[in-house]
């Protein structure tokens, strides 16, 4: 396994999880980390992204309540979930480019990880 992610579960709206993805030595290096989430339905979407050395991205929907960061001596990035909404429920996965460029959509990610179910109940 490449990318080993774990943290899932069932929570309730308002509560915390904190999701983890570690990157085998085969892997690296990379220039990046990243979470994505995909609901059932919907298409895969990035959360957040976290460059080696320490810049992050985090996308609007969750701004403010998740929080990315990284690890570089672990290759490995964390995701910590706060305030959990119902809409927060998907599959999140792990991936990792060798570019720090952000992928132009989540196709052209070089690596993904098995995802880890999330799901907020109301």
């Known amino acids: 396994v490449q990318l080993q992610a774990s943290g899932g579960g069932l929570v309730q709206a308002g509560e915390s999880l904190k999701l983890s993805c570690v990157a085998s030595?085969?892997?690296?290096?990379?220039?990046?980390m990243a979470w994505y989430r995909q609901a059932p339905g919907k298409q895969r979407e990035l959360v957040a992204r976290?460059?080696?050395?320490?810049?992050?991205i985090t996308a609007g929907p969750v701004k403010g309540r998740f929080t990315i960061s990284g690890d570089d001596a672990k290759s490995a990035v964390y995701l910590q979930m706060n305030s959990l909404k119902s809409e927060d429920t998907a599959v999140y996965l792990c991936?990792?480019?060798?570019?720090?460029?952000?992928?132009?959509?989540?196709?052209?990610?070089?690596?993904w990880g098995k995802g880890t179910l999330v799901t907020v109940s109301s």
């Open positions: 991936a990792a480019d060798k570019s720090a460029i952000v992928p132009r959509s989540p196709e052209l990610t070089d690596y």
């Open positions: 030595r085969s892997l690296l290096p990379v220039a990046a």
């Open positions: 976290w460059l080696s050395g320490g810049s992050t």
